[in-house]
């Protein structure tokens, strides 16, 4: 997992919860770096899930929903890190269509060794997507995160279900999305 994306962990920890916090799951997790990760590196992912665990055991929360919390910051803060993916976009549906074989295959020519999921989406009709998330990683919550973030992103009204497949390692998760349309 690129460390940008634990660093952008640490910081939300930081500023939603507290400095102190933060030291404290660094502390108490077995991190390769001690958790000085920097935006290029590449981690373990479990590290992050070591990191996820720590901060559900000191606040209570339990980890699915802090990484849905985290993917919703996530979303905003790539937002602001690399907003020429964002630029011409104008709707949830749009920017997800282009997720797989756009915005990630950018990622992966700035980051080659990126480990990135796989997307297939569909819509049977223009007000509902069906989209479908496989990894090697368990990051389904993230993923649902993310998707939030967007959807707070382009400020719609838009009703999410989510199915998790059986799999053997990592995840595949159906996420169908549909528009509510005002009568
Ligand atoms: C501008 C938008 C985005 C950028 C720049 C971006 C970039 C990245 C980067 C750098 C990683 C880490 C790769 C690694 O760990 O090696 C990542 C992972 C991931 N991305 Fe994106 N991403 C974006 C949008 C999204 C959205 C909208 C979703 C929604 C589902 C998403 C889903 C994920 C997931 C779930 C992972 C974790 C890895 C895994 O599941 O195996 N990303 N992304």
């Given at each position: 997992?690129?460390?940008?994306?634990?660093?952008?962990?640490?910081?939300?920890?930081e500023?939603?919860?507290?400095?102190?916090?933060?030291d404290s799951?660094?502390?108490?997790?077995?991190?390769s770096?001690?958790?000085?990760?920097?935006?290029?590196?590449?981690?373990?992912?479990?590290?992050?899930?070591?990191l996820?665990?720590?901060?559900?055991?000191r606040?209570?929360?339990?980890?699915?929903d802090?990484?849905?919390?985290?993917?919703?910051?996530?979303?905003?803060?790539?937002?602001?890190?690399?907003?020429?993916h964002f630029?011409g976009?104008?709707?949830t549906f749009?920017?997800?269509?282009?997720?797989?074989?756009?915005?990630?295959?950018?990622v992966?020519?700035l980051?080659?060794d990126?480990?990135l999921?796989v997307?297939?989406?569909?819509?049977?009709d223009?007000?509902?997507?069906?989209?479908?998330?496989?990894?090697?990683?368990?990051?389904?919550?993230?993923?649902?995160?993310?998707?939030?973030?967007?959807?707070?992103?382009?400020?719609?009204n838009?009703?999410m279900q989510r199915?998790?497949?059986?799999?053997e390692?990592?995840?595949h998760?159906?996420?169908?999305?549909?528009k509510?349309?005002?009568?």
């Open positions: 997992m690129k460390g940008v994306v634990f660093r952008e962990f640490i910081d939300m920890v500023s939603s919860f507290s400095p102190e916090i933060a799951i660094i502390e108490l997790s077995d991190l770096t001690g958790g000085a990760y920097t935006s290029v590196g590449t981690y373990d992912h479990r590290e992050i899930i070591q996820v665990s720590r901060l559900s055991e606040t209570g929360i339990a980890v699915p802090l990484l849905r919390a985290f993917g919703n910051h996530l979303l905003g803060r790539f937002a602001a890190l690399y907003p020429s630029i976009r104008n709707s749009d920017f997800l269509s282009i997720l797989d074989n756009k915005i990630h295959v950018e992966k020519k980051y080659p990126a480990e999921p997307f297939d989406h569909s819509s049977p223009p007000n509902v997507m069906a989209f479908v998330y496989r990894s090697k990683r368990p990051f389904a919550d993230l993923a649902e995160g993310l998707i939030r973030g967007c959807i707070a992103y382009f400020n719609e838009i009703d199915e998790d497949y059986p799999c390692e990592g995840a998760t159906r996420f169908m999305l549909r509510m349309v005002n009568v």
